[in-house]
């Protein structure tokens, strides 16, 4: 289909052919056979959870980020819980975070009673604006949660450095980015705890879980405790001891992830490498299809840094539309592209409204750009023929609605 040609049909909102017969979804786990088995041997062995294949999937995980300690969840946002306890955020702490991300990077600090203080972003990447951040930081403040937005790393360097004069902890919210690298290093090995999660749109999944990757025997020690019932050794541990005897020494939860899921998730990590292989190139064809497209920003890759595109997000110039986001968006999912939009600043959620009293307008580079975010389908499943559809959709479109 040509540019031409998509132009003169008639948008399927306006009651035309859609570009494609059937819903693509925006994000989607691909699961093959060999992972299927990996899950059905661990379902006819003796540990279905707080077995072997929990240690085994955290070593080969360290490993691959280049981290001393991975520590398994339930979720990322168990992982983020995690990491928050082990930063020892407390009631009347403040942790500084960026408010253009998934509302659990937020959440994980009032669950330890703490106060999230949200900063504005970078308006390349939408990733925390390191001045905006040290313009937030006050006597309370005593961690920074900086977050990978769509899989491109954060400004860690700056960020770190900011957060030594302070003596804050640094995590990284890298549940966009495994796989991802900032100045040659492995996202996983640059923060004092990185934080990521497995849901099925992510690069490589468990259903639901998450990890926590630390240099830090001290942190790590804690979150294994804390995704243990605050418990100081571990279940197999005690039986292949022959004991009975445990203590609690800490108030933590039941976040463990079992082992019928790291057996997938070690099938999955396998994969990981021609999965940022593929995401890459569907970034790469769709940057190079919207070039001409007026209407259209494309997301950026600064030098230093490999993202791992878990997200493609363009955004619509309201200046050359006739429409506003609202109506692209609704004619691209007419075409069955199943666009999403990430993310409502989190600032802008009615909890966070009623508790804080946001009333809009105080991070104007996030909300600026929420306004014009549109996420187009980016999964390593998608085959040739899907992302020309997209390309298609987008074109035919911005083309209608062009005001040039
Ligand atoms: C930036 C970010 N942080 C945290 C989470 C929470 O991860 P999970 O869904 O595994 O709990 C997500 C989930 O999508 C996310 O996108």
Known sequence: ??????????????????????????????????????????????????????????????????????????????????????????????????????????????????????????????????????????????????????????????????????????????????GASYRGQAVGSVADMTVFSFHPVKHITTGEGGMVTTDNSRFAETLRRFRNHGISSEARQRQSQGQWHYEMVLLGFNYRIPDILCALGMQQLKRLDSNLNRRRQIAARYTAAFKGIQAVTTPIERPEVISAWHLYPIRVRSEGLSVGRSEFFRAMRAENIGVNVHYTPVHLHPYYRDRFGYKGGEYPAAEEVYDRLISLPMFHGMTDEDVEDVINAVTKVAEHYSVQ
């Not at 294949?53 to 981290?67: L, S």
């Not at 990978?148 to 640094?170: E, F, Q, S, T, W």
């Open 1 to 178: 289909m040509t540019t031409t040609s998509v132009k003169a049909q008639t948008l399927a909102v306006h009651g035309g052919t859609p570009v494609r017969a059937t819903l693509l979804p925006y994000g989607r786990q691909s699961v093959d056979e060999a992972d299927i088995q990996s899950v059905v041997d661990v379902l006819r062995s003796d540990w279905l959870t707080t077995g072997p294949r929990v240690a085994e999937f955290e070593e080969m995980f360290a490993a691959r980020v280049g981290a001393k300690h991975a520590v398994s969840f339930s979720s990322g946002t168990a992982a983020l819980h995690g990491a928050a306890f082990a930063a020892e955020l407390k009631p009347g702490d403040e942790a500084v975070t960026s408010p253009m991300t998934f509302a659990a990077t937020a959440n994980c600090v009032l669950y330890q009673g703490a106060t999230p203080v949200f900063a504005d972003v970078s308006g390349d990447t939408l990733n925390l604006d390191p001045d905006q951040f040290e313009r937030r930081i006050t006597p309370n403040t005593r961690a920074v949660l900086a977050v990978d937005y769509a899989g491109h790393p954060a400004d860690m360097d700056a960020i770190r450095n900011i957060a030594a004069k302070r003596n804050l902890v640094v995590v990284e919210d890298a549940c966009h980015a495994l």
